[in-house]
């Protein structure tokens, strides 16, 4: 003991970066319900029946290059804040991906790995998703500005008005842009989380639900009409992976977008699978093909 009680430190064992929770997001992808998120609203008609819905954040359009940031972020530290050792490997602690797709997978192995990185999909001249303004909705953050059409003035959606987000000129365009990735500078494990094998986390990707990503109509809203009853309930189903719920997808408001195979949903001896690519250090990440 040295001091007043403190434990005297010895050699590292090891020494661990951890990366959790990355969440790289497809947010243009249609297996995603945004519009859901409003109803959990604290002004929401149905708060008191709908607790919490998480299908929408604001900044999901730029969670590739969070994840780059944070790349570079460890490859900085030169040693552990408490053993003062260099790190000796990485482990990332599950949902990598959000929305358990193949071409999210594909980013989060080149944004770890190093590799060229395209956070696109769909049609590459634009963005097509909540964030555009093809379809405005002010319940979503738009970095675009925009004005009134008849009287000229900005128009803020609530992400403006209530959270002081920004006008971001240009950014819908630049957050698309392809990118040659870091990689991190030493080995990684990887571990299987519930967003790298279910849509949003929570509907398994199987049945009618497994081609949701690859649609060309992207659902937008809930149509004039029902009850406060029938939106509260609908919520649940989709929560609870209920077969009702999808029988009334059809009946929701769309919006064309761009098809795109690549946003596949994974399964999962394919998420282990990638990870024996050529650029794997270790081979498989931790990873065993046996486990599939």
């Not at 859901?36 to 029946?49: F, I």
């Not at 972020?73 to 804040?81: I, L, T």
């Amino acid at each position: 003991m040295t001091g007043a009680g403190a434990p005297a430190l010895g050699r590292p064992l090891l020494t661990v970066a951890q990366l959790s929770d990355l969440h790289l997001c497809d947010s243009q992808s249609p297996a995603r319900a945004e519009f859901l998120d409003r109803w959990a609203d604290l002004d929401s008609p149905v708060k008191a029946q709908v607790d919490a819905v998480g299908s929408y954040r604001a900044q999901d359009c730029l969670t590739v290059q969070v994840g780059e940031a944070m790349v570079q972020a460890v490859n900085a530290v030169a040693a552990g804040p408490v053993g003062h050792a260099p790190i000796d490997w990485a482990l990332t602690t599950g949902d990598v991906t959000d929305n358990a797709q193949v071409n999210e997978v594909g980013w989060y192995l080149g944004l770890l790995e190093g590799g060229w990185v395209q956070p696109d999909s769909g049609d590459r001249s634009q963005y097509e998703g909540v964030a555009d303004s093809a379809y405005w909705d002010e319940a979503f953050w738009h970095p675009e500005p925009r004005s009134d059409a008849r009287t000229g003035a900005a128009e803020q959606d609530r992400p403006h008005r209530r959270h002081g987000f920004p006008d971001a000129p240009g950014l819908l365009d630049a957050l698309r842009a392809p990118f040659q990735a870091t990689g991190l500078r030493m080995p990684w494990f990887a571990v299987h989380g519930n967003h790298d094998q279910l849509i949003q986390g929570t509907i398994p990707a199987i049945g009618p639900f497994a081609a949701a990503g690859e649609t060309a109509l992207k659902a937008i809203g809930i149509p004039a009409g029902w009850s406060h009853d029938a939106i509260a309930q609908f919520c649940h189903d989709v929560d609870q992976c209920d077969l009702a719920a999808l029988a009334l997808w059809d009946t929701l408001l769309t919006r064309p977008i761009t098809p795109d195979p690549a946003r596949r949903a994974i399964r999962r001896p394919e998420f282990i699978a990638a990870h024996f690519g050529p650029f794997a250090r270790p081979p498989g990440h931790g990873f065993a093909l046996a486990a599939q």
